[in-house]
Nanobody
Framework: QVQLVESGGGLVQAGGSLRLSCAAS????????MGWFRQAPGKERDIVAA????????YYADSVKGRFTISRDNAKNTVYLQMNSLKPEDTAIYYC?????????????????WGQGTQVTVSS
């Protein structure tokens, strides 16, 4: 069955960096757009970044542009999120998601498969 497993979360001070990974299995990874979303307590799940399956076109939320970078390695069935200059407001559970033949869209409903999430906490 489809599995998306996130890793790399943790506690970091403001200004620090983290690299999240999401390893996929049970899917034709190279045919899926991949997205990173986050959800803070009491808030909705929102897009962070996404990458297309066909041309690697990208989408970033305005709040992370210039600080976060999404990338994928189809040989390893893995998508990454490099997070630099972290801020306390980046604190959330981070989820990866897969969208078969999808574009790099910000819509939660476009993604069919989801991981369990990894906690990122940024202290001030």
């Amino acid at each position: 069955q489809v599995q998306l497993v996130e890793s790399g979360g943790g506690l970091v001070q403001a200004g620090g960096s983290l690299r999240l990974s999401c390893a996929a299995s049970g899917v034709t990874f190279h045919l899926h757009a991949m997205g990173w979303f986050r959800q803070a307590p009491g808030k909705e799940r929102d897009i962070v970044a996404a990458i297309n399956w066909s041309d690697n076109s990208l989408y970033y939320a305005d709040s992370v542009k210039g600080r976060f970078t999404i990338s994928r390695d189809n040989a390893k069935n893995t998508v990454y999120l490099q997070m630099n200059s972290l801020k306390p407001e980046d604190t959330a559970i981070y989820y990866c998601a897969a969208d078969y033949l999808g574009r790099a869209t910000p819509a939660v409903g476009d993604y069919e498969h989801w991981g369990q999430g990894t906690q990122v906490t940024v202290s001030s």
